[in-house]
T-cell receptor, first 111, second 115 residues
Framework: GESVGLHLPTLSVQEGDNSIINCAYS??????FIWYKQESGKGPQFIID?????DKRQGQRVTVLLNKTVKHLSLQIAATQPGDSAVYFC??????????FGPGTSLSVIP | GAVVSQHPSRVICKSGTSVKIECRSL??????MFWYRQFPKQSLMLMAT?????????EQGVEKDKFLINHASLTLSTLTVTSAHPEDSSFYIC???????????FGPGTRLTVL
């Protein structure tokens, strides 16, 4: 299987602040991107997705930005709460429907 | 939202035995199911893709005779780890996707420990 990276980057933010989690994707042919949240010992939970014909999409407290020029994806979480502490994965997929996960970022919220 | 379950959630077995993990889509028909393996502090690694009624497609480096996948119905896929060894100890996660949209919904995972 494919994956990228073996070490989890970490991000610590103060409760109430905004969080920005970044992801560089690898396949220029990817046309659908998803952010997942994974809590310890659990499966990934869908947060938000975006298609390649968009550059921004907003959900509840979350915004995903897509920059296809530099193959960069970001997840912004507004007013970060302790319950947001988890590992966040970006994922990309293309015509063959194989979903490739990024290395993940561990978000730690400081009360 | 779409719900995917896995059973068992945890399993401990002796080296050399086989272990079967079930993945079910509870409220939708999953035309495609995926099996992933995740080691501690690492990302999810796709092992195989299965479509209902056909043979699974395995990723490079994944032994199909060791990791048997059966997608017998639109709501059930099973992964059997045959002759398990300690290095097979990992967190196994399935996901399912319906025939509409491209979002995969993940199960809660199965923690396999081989002694």
């Amino acid at each position: 299987g494919e994956s990228v990276g073996l070490h989890l980057p970490t991000l610590s933010v103060q409760e109430g602040d905004n969080s920005i989690i970044n992801c560089a994707y690898s396949n220029s042919a990817s046309d659908y991107f998803i952010w997942y949240k994974q809590e310890s010992g659990k499966g990934p939970q869908f947060i938000i997705d975006i298609r390649s014909n968009m550059d921004k999409r907003q959900g509840q407290r979350v915004t995903v930005l897509l920059n296809k020029t530099v193959k960069h994806l970001s997840l912004q979480i507004a007013a970060t709460q302790p319950g947001d502490s988890a590992v966040y994965f970006c994922a990309e997929t293309s015509f063959n429907d194989k979903v490739i996960f990024g290395p993940g970022t561990s978000l730690s919220v400081i009360p | 939202g779409a719900v995917v379950s896995q059973h068992p959630s945890r399993v401990i077995c002796k080296s050399g035995t086989s272990v079967k993990i079930e993945c079910r889509s509870l409220d939708f028909q999953a035309t495609t199911m995926f099996w992933y393996r995740q080691f501690p502090k690492q990302s999810l690694m796709l092992m195989a893709t299965s479509n209902e009624g056909s043979k699974a497609t395995y990723e490079q480096g994944v032994e199909k005779d060791k990791f048997l996948i059966n997608h017998a119905s639109l709501t059930l896929s099973t992964l059997t780890v045959t002759s398990a060894h300690p290095e097979d100890s990992s967190f196994y996660i399935c996901s399912a996707r319906g025939d509409r949209g491209r979002t995969q919904y993940f199960g809660p995972g199965t923690r396999l420990t081989v002694l």
